[in-house]
């Protein structure tokens, strides 16, 4: 695939930098989606300082309010358009400038929505043209002008782009862009368009360059990072080629990626895991449902029984490995079997972390068509029974980590205590603990003395 060449884009910072000089001017972000949504929200923060404009957390005092939006569940539109409200009174008293930005304006319905109940949104940029940021800005700027930059075709690989990270010592690199899966309740690939990998030397040069700057962590991004392909440099091709290059690089410690597809998980990937010491031995393996019925409905291209296998083997081949999943209750046609079979395998795989959804009705997608939806109540109702079988999980797998010994990234003072330290395992549980200042950015041992559901407590 073609990288493009954004000299030209950039220039417009520049130009802006120019008309807004010295003027102080704020921006405040709301992040609204996933790793890769946030992701693109450091480059847009990388972008809008390198504008000129600094950062506040306090939207009232913001000359430019910028929403990161996303798409894949329903609850995200409500709370977009519960934002728009409090934020009109802000453009009314302030003039601030709105900028939407992010999946869910690669979907025309809220696109037109917009035009008609918020028409006093000034940009609204979609997932293929955040590079055109500052060039939007600028026109805005100047020219007074609405701008709409949404482009529906896929758009190419973006190189050279500022970025400033939330993060000081854990960074998310984006490898790969789009799906190809079209699994029937997702919205992700009209959002996103198809799957575009970046260079592999790209994307070490980006890891290479996050060492050197502290960085010891690094989560390799992408919607199917299992079916990334390498054009062939630096002898690059397959996903795990480029897990064994990453787990090269001097200074990085940890690595992990999200997401990968049961179905792509292949034997290379497997053995990579394996063989890297410095890939975190959890894996996030998105499993939907219990049900082979189920599965089969949403197009995801596994059965249960495969997905057990594949679970299997990995537990067989990688000393240690735990899993972390997605699951989505009450999909279309889902019976009581079928939602027991989704209990069955939660009970018998004994997940780290279970992130569970209730489904939701998205336009455009096979699922949105199917006529046996499932009623709100009997969704809820499988929601809860769901949670509490993961919760009871949870607690038994905090249990096993007191007593032992645990290599712990350390993050910073713990947001609730500024007297202790927060971190996370490899596990990517959250440890509390007392230690020094100048452990934070290292990666240290603990000792795991008490669990308290959402947090370990540790000591040196
Ligand atoms: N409804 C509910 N959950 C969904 N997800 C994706 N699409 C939907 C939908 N329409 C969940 C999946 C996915 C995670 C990122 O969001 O579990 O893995
Ligand atoms: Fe992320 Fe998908 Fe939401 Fe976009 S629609 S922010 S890719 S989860």
């Not at 700027?141 to 990270?165: A, N, T």
């Not at 996030?284 to 019925?293: A, K, R, V, Y």
Request: some cysteine.
């Amino acid at each position: 695939m073609e990288k493009k060449n954004i000299e030209e884009e950039l220039e417009y910072i520049k130009k802006v930098n120019q008309i807004m000089q010295a003027k102080g001017k704020k921006y405040h972000i709301l992040t609204m989606g996933c790793q890769l949504n946030e992701n693109d929200s450091e480059k847009i923060c990388g972008m809008a300082e390198e504008m000129g404009y600094t950062k506040t957390e306090n939207i009232n005092e913001a000359d430019l309010v910028i929403l990161n939006t996303c798409c894949v569940r329903e609850n995200a539109e409500d709370r977009l358009f519960g934002k728009l409200g409090e934020i009109k009174k802000l453009k009314e008293e302030k003039g601030t400038i709105v900028a939407i930005g992010g999946c869910m304006m690669q979907e025309k319905h809220i696109v037109e929505k917009l035009h008609k109940s918020y028409p006093f949104t000034d940009i609204i940029f979609g997932t293929h043209t955040l590079h055109k940021f500052p060039s939007d800005i600028y026109q805005t700027l100047v020219k007074k002008s609405k701008i709409e930059d949404v482009l529906d075709i896929d758009g190419e690989i973006i190189e050279g782009l500022p970025i400033i990270r939330d993060d000081k010592y854990k960074a998310s690199v984006t490898i790969m862009n789009g799906c190809n899966n079209f699994c029937s309740y997702c919205i992700v690939p009209y959002v996103r368009g198809r799957e575009r990998s970046r260079d592999p030397k790209d994307i070490l040069d980006e890891i290479k360059a996050l060492a050197k700057e502290g960085y010891k962590e690094v989560t390799l991004l992408g919607q199917n990072v299992n079916s990334y392909k390498g054009n062939g440099n630096l002898g690059i091709d397959r996903f795990s080629d480029l897990l064994r290059a990453v787990n090269q690089i001097e200074g990085i410690e940890r690595i992990r990626f999200i997401s990968p597809h049961p179905k792509d998980f292949t034997d290379d990937v497997i053995e990579a895991i394996r063989d890297c010491k410095k890939i975190c031995k959890i894996i996030h393996l998105p499993l939907q449902s219990g049900s082979s019925n189920v599965l089969k409905a949403m197009n995801r291209k596994y059965t249960k029984e495969q997905y057990m296998e594949l679970i299997e083997k990995m537990k067989k081949q990688i000393p240690g490995v735990v899993f972390s999943t997605d699951i989505i209750v009450g999909f279309p046609g889902e019976t009581e079997q079928d939602f027991e079979d989704t209990l069955d395998v939660v009970s018998k795989v004994q997940f780290e972390q279970v992130f569970m959804f209730i489904y939701s009705r998205r336009v455009g997608t096979p699922g949105d068509k199917m006529e046996n939806q499932i009623p709100e109540e009997i969704k809820h109702k499988r929601f809860e029974r769901l949670k509490q079988l993961a919760d009871s999980q949870v607690q038994k797998n905090n249990e096993k980590y007191i007593g032992t010994i645990q290599k712990v990234l350390v993050e910073g003072k713990s947001k609730n205590n500024s007297q202790m330290l927060t971190g996370r395992i490899d596990t990517n549980k959250v440890v509390i603990f007392q230690g020094k200042d100048e452990m934070i950015g290292k990666i240290i041992n603990l000792k795991i003395v008490s669990e308290h559901m959402w947090y370990l407590k540790g000591e040196i």
